[in-house]
């Protein structure tokens, strides 16, 4: 006689084999998360002892197949702790994906605007004026038209690598600033 979930309501039958495996593949991508990030932001993490211990052993090994292992067998000695031990280690990994999805969203935009300042100058380049008046328009201008000029003879982006250097170098500067602005403007409201 098969049982069935629906046979005694009142029964905890625990997580299904589909459940674990999806818990077992998601401190298995934890595992690999950690193995990946560079000492320093390691440190910073609050990890056990031994789990430290294999991330530092996963990282010598170099061999494909001999890494993998080792990666699941992290995984395994991460499986042995409670899952609360790891929540402060997931929340601070999504606040790293949270800023890289910023960055690369800030990036996107940069790239946006590059590529409109080379479709349409006039217009693009009276845009970035009025959004920053200190850029040097001169210097724009004249990358401007050297990017122009290196995609139509087939040379190598240097212009094109510069203005974007030079976008991102305004953004981060006006975003400190408003930032700066807001905390001057708090400070002087309190009394």
């Known amino acids: 006689m098969n049982r069935t979930y629906t046979d005694d309501p009142e029964h905890d039958y625990g997580p299904t084999r589909t459940q674990q ?11 690999n998360q950690l193995v990946e990030l560079p000492p320093s932001k390691l440190a910073k993490l609050d990890l056990p002892e031994d789990v430290q211990r294999e991330i530092a052993q ?11 292992r080792q990666l699941a067998f992290l995984a395994k000695v991460m499986r042995r702790h409670d899952t609360e031990v790891f929540d402060g280690v997931r929340a601070a990994l999504g606040e790293n994906r949270e800023r890289q ?17 080379l479709a349409d100058t006039d217009a693009a380049m ?25 995609k139509e003879s087939n040379k190598p982006p240097r212009a094109y690598r510069e203005i974007f250097q030079l976008l991102k170098e305004l953004v981060p500067g006006g975003e400190e600033d408003a930032e700066q602005d807001d905390l001057d403007d708090l400070e002087e409201e309190t009394p």
């Open 58 to 68: 996963t990282r010598r090994i170099t061999a494909h197949i001999a890494r993998k």
């Open 101 to 117: 999805r910023q960055e690369t969203a800030a990036m996107h935009r940069f790239e946006a605007t590059r590529d409109r300042l």
């Open 21 to 31: 495996r999806r818990d077992a593949l998601a401190v298995l991508a934890l595992a």
């Open 126 to 150: 009276s845009e970035l004026i009025e959004q920053f008046p200190n850029v040097d328009r001169q210097h724009l201008r004249s990358l401007v038209r050297q990017a122009k000029a290196e």
